[in-house]
Structures are given as structure tokens and as C-alpha cells.
């Protein structure tokens, strides 16, 4: 099919919730797609995220050709080897023992956290303090813990016990505590938001606060998890534990995954009845998870993570020399954002045009959150596209 006679079908029978480029993709390979016309796109931004290891990545490819074949769904009635497996990975490379549950997606991951924190804060506290510019996911629990109301509106009434304190503000949150609140949730770097890194001492601020009220810690590491910071969880970057986090994107490498790990002492609280996911956990997902830490492990992506970051940073600084657009460079791993002093929906589209994908949130935040395999000249080859796009704008080159 034509790219053009896939838009008719989507016109005619796919709600149009989603703003959609006029490309209709068939095949990836690395930080590469094609399209249906046979156009070659470099992708800084491969599957929102959730393709960590590039598109269809050969131990991913092959675990789960093999599984497919073997079972591929069996409900949480039955113990299955992989999921079990996956939970020893996850908990010991998380530093702190802990016990996980599984899910498909990143709002259902921060639906299972909103609940434990509900039923750990018995008897009479359920409050849960999230922070403003924050993003959770859009099921109406996660969708009311997510600090933008621009997300909100229409939906209302949201989710009783929600308040929402200004991220990197320890006071802001500290006065949002009261005799109900169960529970402190948060990015350790917002993502959607703007890849905004927490100032220092804010997580661990979070932490004192949390234990001064006993209160749950919990990080929303949907993002910022597996790898793409350099640290499999964005947390080891500095001196903090959570006492739950929560997993999706890059869990499964682009299998639809997601999970929450938390202490033995909370997890306990999820027992039979009072949380599922039919899907949650299956063979599948669990294999395609093992493959994916598998991977980053045998090619030393998690080093890979930080000399990405490095070198996006070095470009762009110099980059910010000449282009007058370019206010502000946060970088952690491979989570790079670039505020721009302009709009950043027309620089998207111009990439499109030269072939190569990028993303732009917060409005004005250009965001990139590469495969951790990209190579160094993939990476020279696209920041070339960007620094051409970015310096041809009127006002974007230094006189
Ligand atoms: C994307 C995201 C979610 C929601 O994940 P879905 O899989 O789209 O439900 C939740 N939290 C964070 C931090 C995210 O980036």
C-alpha cells in the first residue's frame, strides 16, 4: 500500500486522536525507518522512547520469534519462567530489594503505584503530591497525577487527592503535606515536560521528606528508566532510593510493557484482589525485556548512554555560539533537550522534510531521545540536518 492509501484508511475508520505525519512507516533497522515509498529517515527519536536498542534489534528480534513460537499468552494464574526471570533482573540491578508487578504501559505502571500508595497510607491517608510540568500517562488516575491541566480539561471531576507542587521546589512540596498524604510521586527527570534535571539535592530533599512523614517515594522512571540516563534507573545518578518506581517505554524495547518494582515492605500491601493486568507479565513482553537488558549489557550500552550525551552536548554547545535560538542544553545520557527561543512544531517538520525524525515538547523544548546504539557518524550526520535547519531561520545565525 501507498503511504497515500494508508492516510485514506486512517481518515475513514481511525479516530483522530492523534496529529499525525503524512509517512507511513514499514520497516526499521537501528536508528533507521523506511517509509512506504522506499525513503530512507534517521531516527532521533525512535518509538517515543521506547525503542532504546533501535528498531528491531537482533537478540530482541530472534528471543521473541522463538517465544512467539513456543507461548505467547498465559494469565497470572500460572507461574511463567520469563516473568520471573525479569523480576530478578529488574530488582538486582535497581540496588535496594524489591519486589515488581507487571503491566503493559506506562499509565498503567503509575495506576499500580497510585494504588499501593493508597493501600499503604491506610487507615486514613490517600493524598498524593506530584509535581507541576509533570506527565503520567492518561488513564484517569495517572491523568490526574500528571501537574498540566492543559491534560485535564474536559475530564473533570478527576481523581480526589491529588495537589501539585512546583518541580525542584522542596518547600513547595513540603507545604502541600498534610495529615492525609500517603505518598510523593515524581520524575527524577521530567521528560515530556522539557527534559528538566532536578536541581541538586531535590531528590534527596524528597527523600528526607518523604521519611520525616512516612510518606512513599515513588519515581516515575517510565522515561528515564533502563539505560537511557547511563545508570539502568535515572535515580543512580544521584544519592536517593525510592521506595517504588515505575517502568514502561524502553522496558521490553518496543514491546508494549510495563511494570512497577517496590520494597518488600509495600509490596506486600498488592495482594490477591487488589490489583491486576490480564496481559500484564505475559512470555512475550518478559522475553523481549531480558533481550533488551541482555543487549545493553553485552555491548556496553550503558557507557554507550553517556558518550551520546556527551557528544549531542558538545555539538549543541557550539551550535548555541553561533544560533541565537538556542537558550538552554539539558543533557543526562541519552536524554537530550534543547530549549529554543522558538516554537519547535516548524523545526520538526523541516527535519521530516530532510529525513531525519526529532521530536519537540513543552513547545519550545526540541527533545531527543536516541537508540543508544547510534552511531557516531549517524549522530554527526543528523546534528548536521539540525544545525543546517536551525541556522537558516531568520534570526537563528549570529550576525
Ligand atoms: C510516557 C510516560 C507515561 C505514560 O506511558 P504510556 O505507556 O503512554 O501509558 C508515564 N510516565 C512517564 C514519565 C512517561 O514519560
Redesign the pocket.
Known sequence: MTTQETIALFEYYVIGNYKRYPVSLVRGEGSYVWDAEGNRYLDFFPGW?CDLIGHCPPRLVKAVQEQVARLIHVPNTWYTEPQGLLAKALVERAGFDGRCFFCN????A?EAAIKLARLCGKPGRYKIITMLNS????TLG?LTATGQPKYHKGLEPLLAGFSYALFGDLDAAAKLVDGETCALMV?PIQ??GGINLPPPGYLEGLRELADRHKLMLIF?E??TGMGRTGKWYAFQNWPVQPDAL?L??ALAGGVAA?GLVAKPQFAEKLVPGTHAATFGGNPLACIAALATIETIEADGLLERALRLGDAFGRRFESLKARCPLIQKIRVQGAMIGVELSIDGALLVDQCLQKRLLINCTHGNVLRLLPALNLTDDQLENGCDILEDVLLSYEGGRKP
Not at 105 to 108: A, I, M, N
Open positions: 522512547g504501559s506506562g499509565t498503567e503509575v506527565f503520567h500517562g492518561r495517572a520524575e521528560g515530556e516515575d517510565v522515561q515505575t514502561a517505554k510495563g
